[in-house]
């Protein structure tokens, strides 16, 4: 029995909302964005201490929220798989650790090095999509894998410009002066400004997904033959893909680093590229905001939800439970989601429009 449709907007409404998307986006991320942290003073989250460490931990989400996006344009738009993903975050890191700390005696400004890291990350992108332009599936993985681990040891054994095991600390803060002072005890400036980061870059992609180039990752996406025989050339197309999506994660690099003031080659592990992953899938593959939100969910679990369940199982003084550190089952939590995910609900939770109509067209009985 065929189910009632709900009615649909009118025209001239559905027409405002598609020209006024990025207009509506940017204004849910600042007010969500600024209003989360606040919940610190209101019960029951009163008990996690402080705005400042709310603050502190929706800073890192959003970090991490910028990278799953960067990562959704390479697999969720244009269907290459990227398994290597985070080091493009620490060639960010690293190009800014370098050109402004003492550890050369460098010390450019924080603003430069951004655009800088930016072209840095989109040039080691077509570096590695270059060779790997006629690789799919399973042979695609295994070189952005290798990629992803060959970057680390790079950078683990360069010890003249990236001091090694050690890495790099003392790393400049941001500028802004007069209108704000980036502090380690303070942590709204680094919070607005990555709330910024993360408003831009999702309004990129959101145009650029709507831009004929977005169109051809999709048409790349679904079939490649089908769209190389329409005139779209995927080599370009692919390459694109692959330049944006490393730009981003080299573009939060930089603030990161900068956030930190220490970088090393451990904080670029696979783990990394694997939680960035698994935000993507929980998220919606395709879907910009669900992606991000996927992001933030998957940091809250695994640095609040799971620190708090400690706290919790200690009070309540069972024997069997009192020994056990939840926080070290993460990345068994990573793998179950990820299964659960792509059994139950492969287009995520917050699935991408084109996606989901892709996925009812599917179930629907011959």
């Known amino acids: 029995m065929k189910r009632p449709s709900l009615p649909k907007l009118p025209l001239r409404m559905r027409t405002y909302f598609a020209a006024h998307q990025s207009q509506g986006v940017l204004a849910a991320i600042v007010t969500i964005g600024i209003a989360l942290p606040l919940l610190s003073r209101v019960p029951p989250f009163g008990d996690l201490q402080s705005l400042n460490a709310w603050t502190n931990a929706f800073t890192i989400a959003a970090i991490y929220a910028v990278m799953a996006i960067g990562l959704n344009v390479v697999i969720g738009m244009a269907g290459l798989l990227d398994l290597g993903y985070a080091a493009f975050f620490a060639l960010g890191g690293y190009t800014y650790a370098i050109l402004a700390s003492s550890f050369l005696g460098i010390h450019l400004p924080f603003w430069p090095v951004l655009i800088f890291g930016i072209i840095i990350g989109a040039i080691f992108g077509v570096l590695l999509g270059a060779p790997t332009l006629r690789l799919r599936g399973d042979y695609l993985a295994i070189v952005t894998l290798g990629f992803g681990e060959i970057v680390p040891l790079t950078l683990l054994n360069a010890e003249a410009f990236t001091n090694g095991t050690r890495g790099i600390g003392g790393i400049d803060k941001p500028q802004l002066k007069p209108l704000v002072e980036f502090t380690l005890t303070n942590p709204w400036p680094f919070y607005l400004l990555v709330l910024g980061m993360l408003t831009l870059v999702v309004i990129l992609v959101l145009r650029l997904e709507d831009s004929k180039i977005g169109r051809a990752w999709e048409a790349i996406r679904e079939d490649e033959l089908a769209a190389e025989s329409s005139g779209i050339n995927t080599v370009i197309s692919k390459l694109q893909a692959f330049a944006v999506g490393a730009a981003i994660a080299s573009f939060i690099g930089v ?92 287009q995520g939770i917050f699935p991408a429009r084109r996606r989901m109509r892709t996925f009812k067209d599917a179930e629907v009985p011959k």
């Open 255 to 346: 603030f990161n680093a900068a956030k930190l003031t220490v970088v090393s080659p451990g904080q670029f592990g696979f783990v990394v590229s694997v939680s960035t992953l698994s935000a993507v899938v929980l998220g919606g593959m395709g879907n910009v905001v669900g992606v991000g939100a996927g992001a933030f969910v998957i940091y809250l679990i695994q640095n609040i939800f799971l620190k708090q369940l400690n706290i919790l199982v200690s009070q309540l003084s069972i024997p069997v439970l009192m020994d056990i550190d939840f926080l070290k089952f993460q990345y068994v939590l990573y793998g179950i989601a990820l299964v659960v995910m792509m059994l139950r609900r492969p």
